[in-house]
């Protein structure tokens, strides 16, 4: 199985509203990054996050990471139809070179 | 500077057909990746790259997958005797070196296997 899995699986929401997404890996990290997709194409980077980090800002997201608990959270403050789009998590482990992706969360922004 | 960039960027081809896909890195990236992504799913890891180090092969599915690439520049991704399984967004991605460095994609090619 996957190492991340996100949930909700979808999320819908009115357009100015947070969005709230959430991330949960199974074995320690080194960092933690959150991508997203439109159309089903290339991912864009949205933000990183290190396992001796708690939280993080970029404009509007909020990232944080619970390494005890082992998961994280991806938060969309003041959402725009822009930010409709699938959101994937994804964790590196020490030692390893290649980052695990989660499932994803399918976000749509109701104008 | 440019983007990665991956071609094509649609194949349409018939069971049994061999197919080649191909990415182009940005430029002074020495790590490469390539992913699957099936219809409505995460990312599947196949394969990586970095600099001259024997590439890690441990996604690849089966031996009809390999992939090359070409010093810190150019990969082919071969899929070898397709099959209806293997309809897939193939994506690549490079970074500027491994490590955990965020990762750049390209726009994936949509392979379809009739």
């Known amino acids: 199985s996957q190492q991340g899995e996100e949930d909700p699986q979808a999320l819908s929401i009115q357009e100015g509203e947070n969005a709230t997404m959430n991330c949960s890996y199974k074995t320690s990290i080194n960092n933690l990054q959150w991508y997203r997709q439109n159309s089903g194409r290339g991912l864009v980077h949205l933000i990183l996050i290190r396992s001796n980090e708690r939280e993080k800002h970029s404009g509007r997201l909020r990232v944080t990471l619970d390494t005890s608990k082992k998961s994280s959270s991806l938060l969309i403050t003041a959402s725009r139809a822009a930010d409709t789009a699938s959101y994937f998590c994804?964790?590196?482990?020490?030692?390893?070179?290649?980052?695990?992706f989660g499932t994803g969360t399918r976000l749509t922004i109701i104008p | 500077g440019a983007g990665v960039s991956q071609s094509p960027s649609n194949k349409v081809t018939e069971k049994g057909k061999d197919v080649e896909l191909r990415c182009d890195p940005i430029s002074g990236h020495t790590a490469l990746y390539w992913y699957r992504q099936r219809l409505g799913q995460g990312l599947e890891f196949l394969i990586y790259?970095?600099?001259?180090?024997?590439?890690?092969k441990s996604g690849l599915p089966s031996d009809r997958f390999s992939a090359e690439r070409t010093g810190e520049s150019v990969s082919t991704l071969t899929i070898q005797r397709t099959q209806q399984e293997d309809s897939a967004v193939y994506l690549c991605?490079?970074?500027?070196?491994?490590?955990?460095?965020?990762?750049?994609f390209g726009p994936g090619t949509r392979l379809t296997v009739l």
């Open positions: 994804a964790s590196l482990r020490f030692g390893n070179e290649k980052l695990t």
């Open positions: 991605a490079s970074s500027r070196w491994a490590s955990g460095n965020e990762q750049f």
């Open positions: 790259f970095q600099g001259n180090s024997a590439p890690d």
